[in-house]
């Protein structure tokens, strides 16, 4: 079982950071960084059941704010380049910072 628990973490992390890495579009790597946080948690909850620890999950509540924050700020800037006529893609914000 921890096998298991452990390559559905690491897939999903690895998952999360090639599309972060290999893609151009904002949504595609926010959806990136959005996988290898989920992967975290998958670990910490993992960690902290197996070992009867109530920090784990407390930290995993916190990594799940962390990443509702993460999303907000995301999708904002995104929206204020589609508003703005400009492509959602990384060298946007570049020209919406300007």
Do not use: K
Not at 66 to 85: H, M, N, P, Q, T
């Amino acid at each position: 079982m921890s096998l298991t628990v452990w390559a559905i973490s690491g897939g999903l992390f690895l998952s999360g950071a090639l599309l972060l890495c290999l893609r151009r579009q904002l949504v595609a790597m926010a959806a990136g960084l959005e996988l290898m946080l989920n992967a975290a948690n998958v670990a910490l909850v993992y960690g902290a059941g197996r070992h009867g620890d109530a920090e784990g999950l407390a930290i995993a509540f916190l990594v799940v704010a962390v990443a509702a924050a993460e999303v907000v700020v995301g999708l904002s800037l995104i929206l204020a380049l589609v508003r703005r006529d400009l492509p959602a893609e990384g060298e946007g914000l570049r020209e919406l910072a300007g």
